[in-house]
């Protein structure tokens, strides 16, 4: 997420960062890189002047910001971009609501975010229902048809030539009749045609405490603000939900678009999965285009998955037995890569081996589960052991090379330093030791 802005914000984060004491050349050279950048990244000219603008500002207001250390100058960069896309006001994930309307662009994915919010609302022990007013793509209503079966979700869907006031007074009688809690509804992407935003300002007024949500994805670049500027002049948007955020786009589309539309935005879309949803949080979006981490808490980067109820043998004594439990773990939740883009600086550090880290799959969890079961318990308590004439055994047994064996190892002792270092939060020096953590070599025998 956010590759191109995040690398090169990083490298002028990474000049900075180590300076004792920066003289007015290093600030003002710094704060004209970081406005080219975010000028590059589909950021608008409005939105960046009014970032350098404040920036600017909160140092002329601090006189010890003016000449003082790397550390200090990079929080004020930080504080000015999380201000930029915070909510001014509390969101609610449902609140008083009973039915949420999704307006957006075509592709912005409506439908999935549709039965993504829906999902995540039946999880708080809500009765949901989904239904679809898109009479004008027949496709729509089979994807929502579809994913709601996979969801288990409940779905009503009427004939989609049918009137769309119809429509929603049909699916609003079945939604007393059943004692619904919350109705999803969604739309078709037609958010510049004139009749398309008048039926959603018509099924608007016939629902009673309901919430627009506008969907957009990150992968929309400097059109983003064509599509807010039109939004605003025809509809009072309540919140948005901002998709794609696992793409290689350029990253300065969220920036823009909370610049023009002051609306709180609720989630954010990870990935094409059901679960591939998170609740927006400012801080932590900064923190990954920043490669920042000082106030990312331990959590967000998953290694609660990892540790689970055992967290004290993990840090204490991990052995292979462990590495290999922790390894199925990873593939159960969106793969090391899932987990290993949650950290910040991540996609500067590991550009020279995200070949490697995306080759990471079951094949390799046989490979390794078959090295490890061919171990005695005292080699897999104890790797130091493990020397040439037991390597020698572990591979007959195992069906696989030395050098299989060997990096295997490497591996695991890497892993082993990373994770007693996770104790103490140092993650500058975590993600450089992790530097070496994948070869290609292992995962394409």
């Known amino acids: 997420m956010f590759s191109n802005l995040s690398n090169k914000l990083g490298k002028i984060i990474s000049n900075i960062s180590n300076k004792s004491l920066l003289s007015k050349y290093n600030v003002n050279d710094s704060i004209e890189k970081i406005k080219v950048t975010l000028l590059e990244s589909d950021v608008s000219l409005l939105v960046v002047e009014d970032i350098i603008s404040r920036i600017k500002n909160k140092i002329k207001q601090n006189n010890d910001i003016n000449f003082t250390n790397g550390e200090q100058f990079i929080h004020v960069i930080h504080q000015e971009l999380v201000n930029t896309i915070r909510n001014n006001t509390k969101v609610s994930l449902v609140g008083k609501l009973n039915s949420m309307l999704l307006i957006g662009a075509p592709g912005s994915g409506k439908t999935t975010s549709t039965i993504k919010i829906a999902k995540l609302i039946q999880n708080m022990g809500k009765k949901v229902l989904v239904t679809s007013i898109d009479i004008y793509r027949p496709a729509a209503f089979n994807q929502l048809e579809l994913l709601s079966k996979l969801a288990k979700i409940d779905c009503l869907l009427l004939n989609n030539n049918a009137d769309i006031k119809d429509i929603i007074k049909q699916v609003l009688i079945q939604f007393k009749l059943k004692n619904y809690d919350m109705l999803l509804i969604d739309t078709a992407g037609k958010i510049y045609n004139s009749n398309y935003i008048e039926n959603i300002k018509m099924v608007h007024s016939l629902l009673e405490l309901n919430e627009i949500m506008l969907v957009t994805d990150v992968t929309i670049g400097q059109d983003i603000t064509n599509l807010a500027k039109n939004i605003n002049s025809h509809l009072l948007v309540d919140s948005m939900m901002i998709t794609k955020m696992d793409s290689d786009a350029k990253g300065g589309t969220i920036l823009s678009l909370k610049h023009i539309i002051r609306s709180p935005i609720k989630f954010i879309g990870t990935g094409e999965k059901i679960n591939e949803i998170e609740l927006f949080n400012p801080n932590k979006i900064i923190n990954r285009i920043l490669g920042t981490v000082d106030t990312l808490p331990l959590s967000s980067i998953n290694y609660n998955y990892l540790n689970e109820n055992n967290n004290n043998k993990i840090n204490n004594n991990f052995n292979l037995s462990d590495f290999l439990k922790q390894l199925k773990k990873i593939n159960k939740i969106s793969g090391v890569n899932g987990i290993l883009n949650k950290i910040p600086g991540f996609t500067s550090i590991f550009d020279n081996i995200k070949h490697g880290i995306n080759n990471i799959d079951t094949k390799f969890l046989i490979k390794a589960e078959a090295i ?71 995962y394409k025998r």
């Open 372 to 442: 490890i079961n061919s171990m005695t318990n005292l080699e897999r308590n104890n790797p130091l052991i493990i020397k040439s004439s037991h390597k020698k055994r572990i591979s007959k047994g195992s069906g696989v090379n030395i050098q299989d064996i060997n990096i295997l190892l490497k591996q695991f002792f890497l892993i082993q330093k990373t994770i007693k270092k996770v104790k103490n939060n140092n993650f500058l020096k975590i993600l450089n030791n992790m530097n070496k953590l994948v070869t290609n070599k292992f």
